[in-house]
């Protein structure tokens, strides 16, 4: 990596907030956008290949381009490290050729720097393992009995024995200390994740990555990624706050899964709100490949890219070109599909048709099929 694009590095990494705050671009002529990675770096990496946003050597070959990653990076996969560093790299390279790489906060992100590990998988943390993890585990270890006889718990100190110790340690493996060192304020990863947004508004294209509820359907973008960044920047903020609320937009699911009036007229109001014609989100799984809602206002990009949960893995990204949007799948561009009914089947088999066999949208065809052929048998 030349010395141009490690001071780039930095410059991101080491941004006052000012420089970083900016939550709205027009006139992008061609922006791909990516869902849950969920520690998978090589499924991110072929689909980065696929949309000409990489090359083989996985540098920036996107141009102008926009790369919209919306969130979900971390948890679940064993190369969720992996995966940051190459969009950090990536960030630097993309403004250096003139593009841009944005890097949304999702719910997995803001756990990870609040200390929420439930799902980080063995590999993520044995990846900030070294040749002092001993000796950081260890600090760690004296630091947690201190705190404990500095202020004990209503059952009272407990016994710091052998057995005590044994269990502590099978909570907290070798690599640990590291990442909780990295993932906090003055820490590389924790630094560079709360600097950047929730929310970005691309042209007439809104992202995220849960959606927006009636809760926050009249709040301005900037005033989300602000208290985003508010409570991730002191963790007393997030009881009561956004961050945490099911209804925030880093959880909501509305968007993904209801149906009806109700949400249609929620649709509306958040478009007018935010002057866009769609809003793009990951977070809920479509379970099949790039999914269209609403007539193509709601379109899910959470494609189960890792391979957590499907061996087979998928590789899927939505393209836009000059605001026209189109499901990249295996790289191939493929027409969204205008209903739920004969175009989704066509849309379905397209892709499936790229896939390596049996493709795993068969199941979904198979069900799509069934459902169609209920009425004739009527």
């Known amino acids: 990596m030349t010395g141009r694009r490690w001071i780039a590095i930095l410059f991101i990494l080491l941004a006052p907030p000012a420089l970083t705050a900016q939550d709205v671009w027009t006139g992008v002529e061609r922006v791909v956008a990516v869902g849950d990675v969920h520690g998978d770096h090589d499924q991110l990496v072929a689909t980065l290949r696929s949309a000409g946003i990489i090359d083989a050597a996985g540098d920036w070959s996107g141009g102008k381009a926009h790369l919209v990653q919306t969130g979900d990076v971390l948890d679940r996969g064993p190369d969720s490290r992996k995966a940051m560093d190459l969009l950090m790299k990536l960030e630097a390279q993309a403004l250096e050729a003139g593009g841009r790489v944005h ?15 439930r799902y980080l998988s063995e590999g993520e ?15 760690l270890y004296a630091a947690h009995r201190k705190a404990l006889e500095d ?8 016994r710091f024995d052998d057995a005590y110790r044994r269990q502590w340690e099978a909570g907290h493996p070798l690599g640990l200390a590291e990442l909780q060192r990295a993932f906090g304020p003055s820490g590389t990863y924790g630094r560079w994740i709360r600097r950047h947004n929730a929310v970005v508004r691309i042209d007439g294209s809104l992202f995220l990555h849960g959606g927006i509820s009636p809760k926050y359907a009249q709040w301005p973008i900037r005033k989300i990624n602000e208290q985003v960044r508010s409570e991730l920047a002191d963790f007393t903020k997030l009881k009561g706050g956004i961050v945490e609320d099911d209804e925030g937009p880093l ?15 929620h649709l509306r109001e958040i478009l007018a709100t935010h002057q866009c014609d769609r809003i793009v989100i990951g977070h809920t799984i479509t379970g099949t490949t790039i999914a269209s809602r609403f007539g193509g206002r709601v379109l899910m990009i959470d494609v189960g890219m890792s391979r957590f949960y499907d061996p087979a893995g998928k590789v899927a990204c939505l393209r836009l070109d000059r605001g026209r949007p189109s499901a990249l799948h295996r790289g191939r561009s493929l027409e969204l599909p205008r209903d739920d009914g004969l175009d989704l089947l066509r849309y379905l088999k ?28 009527k």
């Open 251 to 265: 959880w909501y699911r509305g968007l993904a899964l209801d149906d009806g009036p109700a949400l249609e007229a």
């Open 103 to 117: 890097c949304l906060i999702g719910n997995h992100e803001a756990m990870v720097l609040y200390g929420d590990y």
């Open 350 to 377: 397209e892709a499936a048709a790229l896939d390596p066999p049996p493709s795993p949208l068969r199941p979904a065809i198979e069900r799509l099929e069934a459902r169609l052929l209920e009425p004739s048998r």
């Open 125 to 139: 943390i044995a990846a900030f393992r070294d040749e002092n993890s001993e000796k950081a585990r260890e600090e």
């Open 151 to 158: 202020a004990p718990p209503p059952g009272g100190v407990p």
